[in-house]
T-cell receptor
Framework: RKEVEQDPGPFNVPEGATVAFNCTYS??????FFWYRQDCRKEPKLLMS???SGNEDGRFTAQLNRASQYISLLIRDSKLSDSATYLC???????????FGKGTSLLVTP | EPEVTQTPSHQVTQMGQEVILHCVPI?????FYWYRQILGQKVEFLVS????????KSEIFDDQFSVERPDGSNFTLKIRSTKLEDSAMYFC??????????????FGPGTRLTVL
């Protein structure tokens, strides 16, 4: 079983739409969870950390369900600039390495 | 805003040659990492480095790879004898302090390595 699994998409949505991405992870001992964003041929950039209580940053909401080992990201009121690949990331047991999912591709169209 | 820098942005080499990829982490950061991303695939952890020694490495990081912090600012990845399958984007990352799990790893812009 892959350590971090995501639906690769692509998700094609119109501007203003709400879109949700899901992710599952295999290591129940994982403690830290993140969503990163990656534009084509660029470095990953942290979008937000994910906390058990859920957290929101503007139009972005992240949720964590430890029992189901499931992480989600909700984007409301999509903008053209949200078009990117969204990477689900889980910290390894050692606390050093980040384990990345393959990413979910989002294309927001006018 | 401080950032991680990497040079060169693109390196082309012949199979069997040695390459050294260079990174300058953020100045007050203590933990350094190398990741790679083969085109179309996920970002993969290679190695982490703290206090002048490797703290963790993946299966990918075999004897062909080595890392070094030759001075107070640079962090290098050396591939001794490159193979075609080493062609990838190599990202350097750093984090201020690994004690706090929410500390962010900041990634450099990457070096695209092409092995011919």
């Amino acid at each position: 079983r892959k350590e971090v699994e995501q639906d690769p998409g692509p998700f094609n949505v119109p501007e203003g739409a709400t879109v949700a991405f899901n992710c599952t992870y295999s290591n129940s001992a994982s403690q830290s969870f993140f969503w990163y964003r990656q534009d084509c041929r660029k470095e990953p950039k942290l979008l937000m950390s994910v906390y058990s209580s859920g957290n929101e940053d503007g139009r972005f909401t992240a949720q964590l369900n430890r029992a189901s080992q499931y992480i989600s990201l909700l984007i409301r009121d999509s903008k053209l600039s949200d078009s990117a690949t969204y990477l689900c990331v889980v910290e390894s047991n050692s606390g050093y390495a980040l384990n990345f999912g393959k990413g979910t591709s989002l294309l927001v169209t006018p | 805003e401080p950032e991680v820098t990497q040079t060169p942005s693109h390196q082309v080499t012949q199979m069997g040659q040695e390459v050294i990829l260079h990174c300058v982490p953020i100045s007050n950061h203590l933990y350094f990492y190398w990741y790679r991303q083969i085109l179309g695939q996920k970002v993969e952890f290679l190695v982490s480095f703290y206090n002048n020694e490797i703290s963790e490495k993946s299966e990918i990081f075999d004897d062909q790879f080595s890392v070094e912090r030759p001075d107070g600012s640079n962090f290098t990845l050396k591939i001794r004898s490159t193979k075609l399958e080493d062609s990838a984007m190599y990202f350097c990352a750093s984090v201020r302090d690994n004690k706090f799990s929410t500390d962010t790893q900041y990634f450099g812009p990457g070096t695209r390595l092409t092995v011919l």
